[in-house]
């Protein structure tokens, strides 16, 4: 619990001084060191789980076109995979809150509700900016195919380094940011022309309009990835469901703004949800709910980082199932360019790409309510003690990475 610029312990009510993002990093690396074996497991399940959907994701959207264009409404999709996810969190709720152990809050209560909805106002911006992304994705594909768009994707790894850095003072190594810089050069390699010169959109040449996409398509989600993991993680004690209904409750409001707007603009004959969607949209609206569901896990259980690199995991598997598929050709520059993603994935996750501590970690010191110490000496009992997660545990094994 914070009150006056101090954490105070809900069991003994010793107090801390709030911790700064960059004793936040170190506390955040020194937890990932000390993984058990069951949240490496969870981890595997994750990035297989990952790699599946996301790679499914590009597939369905193709699948989806009708002579190059969509028949349906995207924003309709995306509201309707909210729907379908809030859907998700309630039930779980429900059957979580069933399952508690007594003398637990209960998480269906009114005030539970209301506070963790005070709490947890912060995943309105995340919601915004997936509700921009999932609207880009469809735009990009009229210009790209699908292994192309995973490709591009990718650029999201150097920009969510950048912000985890700039925002939540993340340290990486040199080997890392090599690392980084080597997935860049393996989606340059992958450049597949895909479309026809001389096509313009509107009234621009494709490859300005797309490179505007592009931009937009990497620098939103970016965004949205870190702000998503900082949120879910600040409320670490919030159950992840109940947070899922925040953040998808916001995300179905933004999506049905944006059929009203269509509606205004292109007339009310927008207004029907359903209309053009065909069994291939009815599978990519479960894919991408899955998705977004699973995305939840990483951000507040894994690595933002993770993630992404997961993601592209699943570039091979839209290549491969959009040649077998949709009879696109595997050429040799998507072949050199997989395998310089992998090479950047195994050297950014290599034990020696770790980050080495520039301070020893000492031993968490509080400050008792009736012992005066100065602020500066506080501050760096407190820095030694958020590296030191050991300690001074409560019984919940769930320790939060970032501070409530």
């Known amino acids: ?9 809900s069991v003994c009510h010793s107090k801390l001084m709030v911790q700064s993002p960059r004793t936040v990093s170190r506390a955040y690396d020194k937890h990932r060191s000390k993984v058990s074996s069951k949240a490496r497991a969870l981890n595997f399940l994750l990035v297989v789980g990952d790699c599946i959907l996301v790679g499914l994701q590009p597939i369905l959207v193709y699948m989806s076109k009708v002579d190059g264009k969509f028949q349906f409404s995207p924003i309709s999709v995306n509201f309707l995979t909210e729907v379908a996810k809030v859907i998700f969190a309630i039930v779980m709720l429900i059957f979580q809150s069933r399952h508690q152990k007594v003398g637990e809050k209960p998480l269906l209560s009114v005030s539970t509700f209301v506070q963790a909805a005070r709490n947890n106002v912060l995943l309105a911006v995340p919601a915004l900016l997936y509700a921009i992304n999932n609207y880009l994705k469809f735009i990009m594909q009229l210009y790209f195919n699908p292994a192309t768009v995973k490709m591009l994707s990718n650029l999201k790894v150097l920009v969510i380094a950048v912000l985890l850095k700039m925002i939540m003072r993340r340290k990486f190594s040199v080997i890392q940011w090599e690392a980084l810089a080597l997935l860049l050069i393996g989606i340059s390699v992958n450049q597949l022309r895909s479309l026809p010169a001389g096509t313009e959109a509107f009234g621009l040449p494709v490859t300005t309009i797309a490179y505007i996409y592009t931009l937009v398509f990497v620098t939103v989600p970016s965004l949205a990835s870190v702000f998503n993991e900082y949120a879910l ?11 899922n209904l925040f953040l998808y409750g916001y995300g179905a409001i933004f999506n049905f703004l944006g059929i009203l707007g269509t509606v205004i603009f292109q007339g009310p004959s927008n207004f029907d949800i359903l209309r053009g969607h065909s ?13 977004g569901i699973l ?25 491969l ?8 050709t595997l050429t040799m520059n998507f072949l050199l360019g997989v395998s310089i993603v992998f090479i950047s994935m195994h050297q950014f996750f290599s034990p020696l ?14 400050v008792e309510n009736q012992n005066h110490r100065s602020a500066d000496s506080s501050f760096v009992n407190m820095a030694a003690g958020a590296a030191d997660d050991a300690t001074h545990r409560v019984n919940d094994e769930r320790q939060p990475l970032l501070p409530t």
């Open 1 to 9: 619990m914070q009150r006056n610029g101090m954490l105070e312990c």
């Open 233 to 243: 993680k600040s409320q670490f004690e919030t159950s992840i469901y109940l947070q």
């Open 279 to 291: 069994k291939a949209t009815m599978f990519l609206i479960c894919n991408n709910a899955a998705q």
């Open 295 to 319: 995305s939840s896990f990483f951000f507040k259980y894994a690595d933002t980082i993770l993630k992404k690199y997961s993601s592209t995991v699943a570039t091979i598997f839209t290549g």
């Open 321 to 328: 199932a959009s040649a077998a598929l949709l009879g696109h």
């Open 353 to 366: 790409a770790k980050v080495k501590d520039d301070k020893p970690a000492g031993s968490v010191e509080f």
